[in-house]
């Protein structure tokens, strides 16, 4: 991928209302192509096919919630050759302040943590703190 090219960022989250401005916001603010899934499974397969520079995954979501969905791409990158980079990851949650959403910004990776409701603005900051070559529109 040339510098040239938008940066990738995908984005999963089981509120589809929510993935659609998340969405609309970072490509209308930022030099960056989004991919949204609301299942992580179609959200796995997705980090496998493609190459991401951030991923934005929701905390709490039936089956996989977004802190298991990062942890098992990670085991696929690690293992695959040659080892793929895993992408930096903001979590979303509305219990940002559960003690195991807090635990989790211990881990390697995991870049922020973004409690819902929360100002499109502030999704925009922490992205950019985490790719800064994502140029601003």
Known sequence: ????????????DDEVTLLRLMRE???????????????PE???EL?????????????????IDGAMLFFL?????????PPRVVPPLLLVSG???EERARDLLK??????LIAKPFAMN??????????PEMEAL
Request: glycine share 6%; charged share 25%.
């Open 107 to 112: 881990e390697p990776g995991l870049a922020g």
């Open 73 to 81: 791409i990670g085991k696929v990158y690690n293992h695959a050759e």
């Open 95 to 97: 219990k940002a302040d």
């Open 1 to 12: 991928m040339s510098e040239d090219s938008p940066k990738q960022i995908l984005i999963v």
């Open 122 to 131: 502030r999704l925009l900051e922490k992205a950019r703190g985490c790719v």
């Open 25 to 39: 916001a970072l490509t209308a603010r930022l030099r960056c192509a989004v991919d949204t899934s609301p299942s």
């Open 42 to 44: 179609y959200g796995f």
């Open 47 to 63: 980090a496998l096919k493609k190459r991401y520079d951030l991923f934005i995954f929701d905390f709490q979501m039936p089956m």
